[in-house]
């Protein structure tokens, strides 16, 4: 019997099983035995005394005179009166006999019931006494086995977390595996759900596992991916940059450099290249001028540097130069050297000293850029916007030209007109935005399948992007995506068009010319340009 079953069980049987209600009944019980002995001598007393008086009587009645008489009648009166009197005790003594003993005969039933429970209970506390030892063994064992659990649960948790770190150490190294084999490194960012988006009640649909996965809830079920790096929407404009900022010293050391953005119009593009308009939160490319900047001001001592910039739109499929004249715009000509990086013909180049002024000429450029306000985006780019910086080294021992190229690309978003709500004007803008992206599609397509025929010349994007994609670039890509659960179809269309690209390959090598091809490469530009050739060039 459980210990709660007792509890009931003494609780039901009430004072009867109460150790100190017995003691008080018995105590009771010898008190009315005694007094029925007490009263049954008054009794008996009585009895005798009242034989006594009858004995009198009699003898006085046989004994009677005339002097006497009247004496023995008031004495026989007297004794008449006794007799009555002690009768009447008598009787009450006999009563209250009766309802003693009524009342012994009921105490003795409730002692007789109180020794029954009594006996009831010991056997109960007798099996109480086993129960309470098998549960004190069964504690025990209960003790054992839950240290025995908490142990397993933390050998458990262990080896959960040695997996996950194993799972992400070979993700690192197959992707730096990956990268050695110059394959496109991709990034994917979300950004955070809009003001507008939590008013509409719209919901998160992503999630990142580790760093390289992403999660995205859809329709027709969860869909996994996989990256070089996730950015969830807490991660600061820093920490994207941290991994990108080797490829800024691949840039100084001679290297053509590609970093691009790419994703559905208001997904956070711009924001991840640029930044915000107050350069609070600066993106990608102020953060790269500072980089290239302070890696030259540590290698000044080893080489001299020269830094240059030119800064391009491709508007409604017109190639527009940002630093050049509005009025008369100078025929752009898109064109490859002899190693294979992206030149472009006629555009304006401006020369930087230090991060401060490059990020002036960088803003001149910007103010000329095209945008609009859409549902979608309160500043959407209506352009792709690809912004160049050439970094050009000398070894002061060897005298060794080294060029490298930063290209930073922010590409337009592509959009749906049902949903941008985008004028007449803004829907050709966005009819050529997509075009350019399918073009750009194109490309991807052919270089992840392998294929023979690239067609870079279907749009002047992609002959912009042609070293950078299967070329001899460096090339990062950021997939920017929407958490929204409205946006899930584009969401999934970039992040599936993000994943062809982790598949090209690209071939990268320095940009490199002996002092000699240096020297003779400075006379031919000065010939061209019909200065004259000093003693010491020859």
Same mark, same amino acid.
């Given at each position: 019997?459980?210990?709660?079953?007792?509890? =009931?069980?003494?609780?039901?049987?009430?004072?009867?099983?109460?150790?100190?209600?017995?003691?008080?009944?018995?105590?009771?019980?010898? #008190?009315?035995?005694?007094?029925?002995?007490?009263?049954? @001598?008054?009794?008996?007393?009585?009895?005798?005394?009242?034989?006594?008086?009858?004995? !009198?009587?009699?003898?006085?009645?046989?004994?009677?005179?005339?002097?006497?008489?009247?004496?023995?009648?008031?004495?026989?009166?007297?004794?008449?009166?006794?007799?009555?009197?002690?009768?009447? !005790?008598?009787? @009450?003594?006999?009563?209250?006999?009766?309802?003693?003993?009524?009342?012994?005969?009921?105490?003795?039933?409730?002692?007789?019931?109180?020794?029954?429970?009594?006996?009831?209970?010991?056997?109960?506390?007798? @099996?109480?006494?086993?129960?309470?030892?098998?549960?004190?063994?069964?504690?025990?064992?209960? !003790?054992?086995?839950?240290?025995?659990?908490?142990?397993?649960?933390?050998?458990?948790?262990?080896?959960?977390?040695?997996?996950?770190?194993?799972?992400?150490?070979?993700?690192?190294?197959?992707?730096?595996?990956?990268? #050695?084999?110059? @394959?496109?490194?991709?990034?994917?960012?979300?950004?955070?759900?809009?003001?507008?988006?939590?008013?509409?009640?719209?919901?998160?649909?992503?999630?990142?596992?580790?760093?390289?996965?992403?999660?995205?809830?859809?329709?027709?079920?969860? =869909?996994?991916?996989?990256?070089?790096?996730?950015?969830?929407?807490?991660?600061?404009?820093?920490?994207?940059?941290?991994?990108?900022?080797?490829?800024?010293?691949?840039?100084?050391?001679?290297?053509?450099?590609?970093?691009?953005?790419?994703?559905?119009?208001?997904?956070?593009?711009?924001?991840?290249?640029?930044?915000?308009?107050?350069?609070?939160?600066?993106?990608?490319?102020?953060?790269?001028?500072?980089?290239?900047?302070?890696?030259?001001?540590?290698?000044?001592?080893?080489?001299?540097?020269?830094?240059?910039?030119?800064?391009?739109?491709?508007?409604?499929?017109?190639?527009?130069?940002?630093?050049?004249?509005?009025?008369?715009?100078?025929?752009?000509?898109?064109?490859?050297?002899?190693?294979? #990086?992206?030149?472009?013909?006629?555009?304006?180049?401006?020369?930087?000293?230090?991060?401060?002024?490059?990020?002036?000429?960088?803003?001149?450029?910007?103010?000329?850029?095209?945008?609009?306000?859409?549902?979608?985006?309160?500043?959407?780019?209506?352009?792709?916007?690809?912004?160049?910086?050439?970094?050009?080294?000398?070894? %002061?021992?060897?005298?060794?030209?080294?060029?490298?190229?930063?290209?930073?690309?922010?590409?337009?978003?592509?959009?749906?007109?049902?949903?941008?709500?985008?004028?007449?004007?803004?829907?050709?803008?966005?009819?050529?935005?997509? =075009?350019? %992206?399918?073009?750009?599609?194109?490309?991807?397509?052919?270089?992840?399948?392998?294929?023979?025929?690239?067609?870079?010349?279907?749009? =002047?994007?992609? %002959?912009? #992007?042609?070293?950078?994609?299967?070329?001899?670039?460096?090339?990062?890509?950021?997939?920017?995506?929407?958490?929204?659960?409205?946006?899930?179809?584009?969401?999934?269309?970039?992040?599936?068009?993000?994943?062809?690209?982790?598949?090209?390959?690209?071939?990268?090598?320095?940009?490199?010319?002996?002092?000699?091809?240096?020297?003779?490469?400075?006379?031919?530009?000065? %010939?061209?340009?019909?200065?004259?050739?000093?003693?010491?060039?020859?």
């Amino acid at each position: 019997m459980t210990q709660p079953h007792f509890q =009931k069980k003494l609780h039901r049987k009430d004072s009867k099983t109460d150790p100190k209600a017995l003691l008080k009944l018995e105590k009771s019980n010898e #008190m009315l035995k005694e007094k029925v002995e007490g009263l049954k @001598k008054s009794a008996q007393g009585d009895a005798d005394r009242i034989k006594e008086l009858e004995q !009198k009587v009699k003898e006085a009645k046989s004994k009677g005179d005339d002097k006497n008489s009247k004496k023995q009648e008031k004495t026989m009166k007297d004794l008449q009166k006794k007799y009555e009197s002690e009768q009447k !005790k008598t009787s @009450k003594y006999k009563e209250e006999l009766e309802k003693e003993k009524a009342e012994t005969e009921r105490l003795t039933k409730e002692l007789d019931s109180a020794d029954s429970d009594r006996s009831h209970l010991k056997d109960e506390i007798n @099996k109480l006494g086993v129960a309470a030892q098998e549960g004190i063994e069964a504690a025990e064992k209960v !003790k054992e086995l839950s240290k025995s659990n908490k142990h397993l649960t933390e050998e458990n948790k262990n080896l959960a977390e040695n997996f996950n770190s194993e799972r992400i150490l070979r993700k690192k190294y197959y992707n730096m595996v990956e990268d #050695m084999k110059g @394959k496109i490194r991709v990034y994917c960012r979300a950004r955070p759900l809009s003001r507008s988006e939590l008013e509409r009640g719209n919901h998160n649909i992503i999630a990142s596992p580790d760093e390289y996965s992403l999660i995205v809830q859809t329709a027709r079920g969860a =869909k996994d991916f996989q990256y070089d790096a996730v950015f969830t929407p807490d991660m600061s404009q820093e920490k994207v940059f941290e991994d990108t900022n080797a490829l800024i010293q691949s840039a100084v050391d001679g290297y053509n450099v590609c970093i691009f953005a790419y994703g559905q119009t208001g997904s956070g593009k711009t924001f991840t290249m640029i930044g915000d308009k107050e350069q609070k939160f600066p993106g990608v490319a102020p953060r790269a001028f500072d980089a290239i900047y302070q890696l030259i001001d540590e290698n000044k001592s080893k080489f001299s540097f020269k830094t240059y910039m030119y800064m391009l739109e491709l508007y409604r499929d017109n190639l527009i130069d940002l630093f050049g004249d509005t009025k008369h715009p100078a025929k752009l000509d898109i064109k490859k050297d002899k190693k294979g #990086m992206v030149q472009v013909g006629g555009s304006v180049v401006k020369e930087a000293r230090d991060s401060k002024e490059l990020m002036s000429i960088f803003e001149s450029g910007s103010a000329n850029r095209h945008v609009a306000s859409t549902k979608m985006n309160s500043e959407s780019s209506r352009s792709h916007l690809v912004l160049s910086i050439v970094i050009e080294s000398t070894n %002061l021992t060897s005298g060794a030209v080294v060029r490298g190229k930063l290209s930073l690309v922010d590409l337009a978003g592509s959009e749906r007109a049902n949903k941008t709500g985008a004028t007449a004007e803004q829907l050709k803008e966005a009819q050529s935005i997509n =075009k350019s %992206l399918s073009a750009l599609g194109d490309v991807i397509s052919a270089l992840s399948s392998e294929q023979s025929f690239i067609p870079y010349r279907n749009n =002047k994007l992609t %002959l912009l #992007m042609q070293d950078s994609l299967g070329g001899n670039a460096k090339t990062l890509m950021f997939v920017n995506i929407s958490p929204a659960d409205y946006n899930a179809d584009e969401t999934v269309t970039s992040l599936t068009y993000a994943s062809r690209v982790k598949l090209i390959t690209n071939d990268a090598s320095k940009n490199s010319d002996n002092k000699e091809i240096a020297r003779l490469k400075g006379i031919i530009s000065k %010939l061209k340009k019909g200065e004259s050739v000093d003693d010491d060039d020859d």
